[in-house]
């Protein structure tokens, strides 16, 4: 079996490989949504190839994060998954190696985590958010506490118990 790590961005992916990687997305969480499938592109995504099959996958997409006063260039960590015949062989751990990899180029790296999730990321440095958080919505800042909580962040140097804000997007804010 030939097994390889592919990075590219959204822009670089055939019609037929970016859904290969949605059909992953159904197949790993079995409620993926088109605004979720929306909040994966755009950014760069991390691939594990098994003889050409994508079996886990992790894109970093570009957010805008409010905290302390400041606007920080966020990368946010979207559609990690690993196909459900292909998991407990660290191919998650490839794919968020990569990811984090691109670190250099923001503020801070982001991510909301599922429960599934949070052994992953804490074994890896991510730190949960303390604080609430909240959106800047089209009618302004609202609060978001079903997601405190479950937001992780890596790096910037922030205060874990202030408020976090995120940029306003379709579906799931967080």
Do not use: I, K, N
């Amino acid at each position: 079996m030939v097994t390889q790590l592919v990075m590219c961005h959204t822009a670089e992916m055939t019609p037929e490989e970016l859904g290969a990687v949605r059909g992953l997305m159904d197949e790993a969480f079995g409620d993926f949504t088109d605004h979720d499938w929306g909040h994966a592109l755009g950014g760069q995504h991390a691939l594990v190839v098994e003889d050409g099959v994508a079996v886990a996958h992790g894109a970093l997409v570009m957010r805008r994060l409010l905290h302390d006063g400041r606007s920080l260039r966020t990368g946010y960590v979207e559609g990690v998954a690993v196909r459900p015949d292909r998991r407990r062989r660290g191919h998650a751990d490839r794919v968020m190696t990569a990811l984090e990899s691109l670190a250099p180029a923001y503020d801070l790296l982001a991510l909301s985590s599922s429960e599934q999730g949070v052994a992953l990321y804490e074994s890896r440095g991510w730190q949960r958010w303390r604080g609430a958080t909240s959106v800047l919505s089209p009618d302004g800042v609202v609060a978001t506490p079903d997601d405190d909580g479950s937001v992780y962040v890596l790096g910037g140097g922030v205060d874990l118990d202030g408020e976090l804000t995120c940029d306003w997007r379709d579906g799931d804010v967080w």
